[in-house]
């Protein structure tokens, strides 16, 4: 299996202050990458530098062997959906419009999109269970509802990577292991490589084939259930941090802690 992404001591500063130091991973195509850590720990950076969208001050990054800003404006190879949505949420469109704008690098931004491109934008909506919704105003529909709308546009560019900062934000718990249960299904049935962002890390431990933590330093990078011992969680969170999580999980971690 092919390494579709690689990070060579990666340093970033910015402004005088240290974001990213000495950050060293890779990451099989074709699987599930959980990034957790703090507010402030340089997640949403590094997602940047793999994107392709800002440089490490340091160090080296490939995405299937290249240069990742070789790619970023190339035919589709990450499905991005940042934090904060630029979609406004009262835009006149429909779901499936929006959807329909996950095709224009495909298709390019001067033709119309055909029926190609609408087979596979309601592909999308179908596999993020929203096909009941592609006629409705994209205002109109519940925040849950225009996640995965967002989603289902970002996926019908028909990416290989897709990279994902804090998707479940704003979701009840419910939802979030919903939402989750979804990514693992598109991972298979699609062959996606994933990289969410989260803060979970007592949920996503359940649903990812890798987890990275990360606080300035990279602490941890492997199996999920190893980034929940003591010595993991207190130098991201510091020593008054408590772990809420699956009791399946719960269970097989206490025999990794010290």
Known sequence: MSIAID??????????????????FSLEEGKFLGIVGPNGGGKTTLMKIILGLIPPTS????????????????????????????IDPNFPSTALGIVLMGRFRKAGFLRWPGKRDREIAL???????????????YSQ???GQQQRVSIA???????????????????DVVGQEDFYHLLKGLQR??????????????????????????????????????????????????KNFDLLMHTDVCDKCERLRP
């Open 7 to 24: 990070i060579r001591n990666v340093s970033v500063t910015l402004k005088g202050k240290e974001i990213l130091k000495n950050i060293n």
């Open 59 to 86: 160090g080296s990054v490939a995405v299937f062997g290249s240069p990742p800003e070789a790619l970023l404006h190339g035919n589709g190879i990450f499905g991005y959906l940042p934090q904060h949505q630029n």
């Open 123 to 137: 592909e999308c909506m179908s596999m993020m269970g929203i096909e009941g919704v592609r006629d409705m105003q």
């Open 141 to 143: 529909l519940s925040g």
């Open 153 to 171: 546009r970002t996926l019908a560019g028909e990416p290989k990577i897709l990279i994902l900062d804090e998707p479940s934000t704003g979701i």
């Open 189 to 238: 049935k699609m062959h996606l490589t994933i990289l969410m962002v989260s803060h979970d890390i007592g949920t996503v431990t359940t649903y990812v084939d890798e987890i990275s933590c990360l606080n300035i330093n990279l602490y941890y990078h492997g199996n999920p259930l190893g980034a929940l011992t003591d010595k993991v969680t207190t130098s991201l969170y510091g």
